[in-house]
């Protein structure tokens, strides 16, 4: 069965750059979460879409910023990377309001260094 | 304190034994219960998932939930080590679109 995608599976970024994050959900999933987990910390979450309009936002940073596209996958940038953003970033996808629970992607760990 | 709490572990048991697996929370509005489970550097998958309170079962995992006590339960039967994995909970409110508060996850070795 298809599953959530992301990539890139890693990436290793310097203190100041720049970097896209993407989640491709589950075919006909219209809603795509994401969360940051640090090393040893809960899972925190980001921000949502629901059939392309943000839907909810939690614990994220001025200087991320995400989208939801047409085929619904959904982008996460990260600008003026910091040392504390070095994290594993994944992603979810639900049907409607997800009352039947997520699916995860495998996430995408960000170094930063 | 926290919304969710739940025992870090690491929990290790013999392989075939139950292993009993659980979460408090604070926030009497939450609805959704779900159990996760996370090897290590990979994502979440969904292991169960059950709505208000009462017991769901499905192969040889049973997630229970109390909420006049705030506090639910996964149990595994017939452990394996192929369990060994870190096991989250995570719950949500009714209402609005679902924002899962995660607890922090059990790490559980099931030994050969």
């Known amino acids: 069965a298809a599953g959530v995608i992301q990539s890139p599976r890693h990436l290793i970024k310097e203190k100041r750059e720049t970097a896209t994050l993407k989640c491709y959900p589950i075919p006909r999933h219209d809603t795509v979460y994401w969360y940051q987990q640090g090393p040893g910390q809960d899972p925190q979450f980001l921000i949502s879409f629901y059939e392309k309009m943000q839907s909810d936002k939690g614990s994220i940073p001025d200087r991320f910023s995400a989208q939801q596209f047409s085929d619904y996958h959904s982008e996460l940038n990260m600008s003026s990377l910091e040392l504390g953003d070095s994290a594993l970033y994944f992603c979810?996808?639900?049907?409607?309001?997800?009352?039947?629970?997520?699916?995860f992607g495998s996430g995408t760990r960000l170094t930063v260094v | 304190q926290k919304e969710v709490e739940q025992d870090p572990g690491p929990l290790s048991v013999p392989e075939g034994a139950i292993v009993s697996l659980n979460c408090t929370y604070s926030n009497s509005a939450f609805q959704y219960f779900m159990w996760y489970r996370q090897y290590s550097r990979k994502g979440p998958e969904l292991l169960m998932y059950t709505y208000s309170s009462g017991n769901k079962e499905d192969g040889r995992f049973t997630a229970q939930v109390d909420k006049s006590s705030k506090y639910i339960s996964l149990f595994i039967r017939d452990s394996q080590p192929s369990d060994s994995a870190t096991y989250l909970c995570a719950m949500s409110p009714v209402s609005g679109t679902y924002k899962y508060i995660f607890g922090t996850g059990t790490r559980l070795k099931v030994l050969a």
């Open positions: 979810a996808s639900s049907l409607g309001e997800g009352q039947g629970g997520y699916t």
